[in-house]
Structures are given as C-alpha cells and as structure tokens.
C-alpha cells in the first residue's frame, strides 16, 4: 500500500534550469510533508517541509508547493545546481516532529541529475 | 554541525544471529528512530521512541526487533535473531521536535549471510 508515491524514478535536468520533482499521496490525514535529499552511502538530508495549513513554503532555491485538494506536492529547485544531483524522497507524517503521530512515510524516491 | 553517528558502517552476521546497531543521536533531541531501506527499495520507518518507551512501531517491528537507551546518549537497535531479509541499510534518526525534520545517521549495512 504506498501512501506516498513518486510516480517518475528519475529526471534529468540542465544546470541553471528548473528542477521539478512531483509528489502525491493518498492518506487524508496526512498533516505534515517533508523532502529529503540523499546522496550513495549516506543517510537522507532534510531539505524543507510544509504543513497541511500551508500552500508554499521557501528556502532559498528550494520551493515546496502543497496542493491539499489534489493530494499533491511539488519540489521545485531554481537554478539547478549540478551538486542537487542526488535522490529525493517526498515524506509524509500525520502530525510534525515530536507529536504523537511523527511516524514519517517515505515515498520510493526520484533520482535527479542536473547536468552541467 | 550537529550530526547523529552511527556504529558499525557495516556489520555482516550470519543467519540466525543477534546484532546491535548503535546510535548517538545529537545530544539535546528527545524523539529518537529507526528507519531501514532494503537494497533498491524505499526508506521504511520501523519504530519511534520518547521518554524512554516506544511510541509508535510498524509491522516489521516483530518481536525480534527491540530498542534501548542504556545510557542516555546511545540509541540501540537489536535484532534478535537475523534472517537474511533483515540485510539492508539501517539508518538512525533523532529530532527535537521542532519543524525541521529528522537528522539521518550515515546508516549501518548489515549484511545477513
């Protein structure tokens, strides 16, 4: 049963271009979404996170947008970087870090290249 | 930068065997997990801990699977009596509750022969 799914297992990207990376899920109560960065033989990174009462959050190059309807998020990288080559898994928890239900669920992961 | 450690990178036990994956988890977090990612397969949460007891566990949290915080800085996993589909990367992870996700461990391979 995968309640968060990436649906494209990679993407290529040209540098300086815009990386988008595409996330939906299927449980409603899913409150708190996070993405995550890994690189081989190392554990995931977090990246940016949003909650439910959001649509957007921004950090730096790093845009996640929530679309709560369509049970959907995106990714979106500006400029892309050769560095931002790596997997991202899209994650998701019924409530954020701490609270009773911080049980994150992983998504299978998107591998980005960005070429230079 | 803070960052979470864990011990052995790489651990290989035969079949039938107990082990124990350790963690030290960044010393002002509360929440501690463990997560696994079996070879080519998503990162699958197995088990969440605070206050010193179990919060929340997934089905593969059998009870062949146990946690502990011996002594206030480790966090251990043990196993105890491997199968050869426990071999995955097995990554530690602790946070202090805020909204900036978890911090990862570099992960431990164990490897079930």
């Known amino acids: 049963d995968q309640q968060v799914k990436q649906n494209s297992p990679s993407l290529s990207v040209q540098e300086g271009r815009i990386s988008i990376l595409n996330c939906d899920y299927t449980?409603?109560?899913?409150?708190?979404f996070l993405w995550y960065k890994k690189y081989p033989a190392e554990g995931p990174t977090f990246l940016i996170s949003i909650s439910s009462i959001k649509d957007k959050n921004e950090d730096g190059r790093f845009t996640v947008f929530l679309n709560k309807s369509a049970k959907h998020l995106s990714l979106h990288i500006v400029p892309s970087q050769p560095g931002d080559s790596a997997v991202y898994f899209c994650?998701?928890?019924?409530?954020?870090?701490?609270?009773?239900?911080?049980?994150?669920?992983f998504g299978p992961g998107t591998s980005l290249s960005v070429i230079p | 930068e803070p960052e979470v450690t864990q011990t052995p990178s790489h651990q290989v036990t035969q079949m039938g065997q107990e082990v124990i994956l350790r963690c030290v988890p960044i010393?002002?977090?509360?929440?501690f997990y463990w997560y696994r990612q079996i070879l080519g397969q998503k990162v699958e949460f197995l088990v969440s801990f605070y206050n010193n007891e179990i919060s929340e566990k997934s089905e593969i949290f059998d009870d062949q699977f146990s946690v502990e915080r011996p002594d206030g800085s480790n966090f251990t996993l043990k196993i105890r009596s491997t199968k050869l589909e426990d071999s995955a990367m097995y990554f530690c992870?602790?946070?202090?509750?805020?909204?900036?996700?978890?911090?990862f461990g570099s992960g431990t391979r164990l490897t079930v022969v």
């Open positions: 449980n409603s109560m899913f409150d708190y």
């Open positions: 994650a998701a928890s019924e409530g954020s870090p701490g609270t009773s239900y911080d049980k994150v669920i």
């Open positions: 010393s002002n977090h509360l929440y």
């Open positions: 992870a602790s946070s202090g509750g805020t909204d900036y996700g978890y911090t």
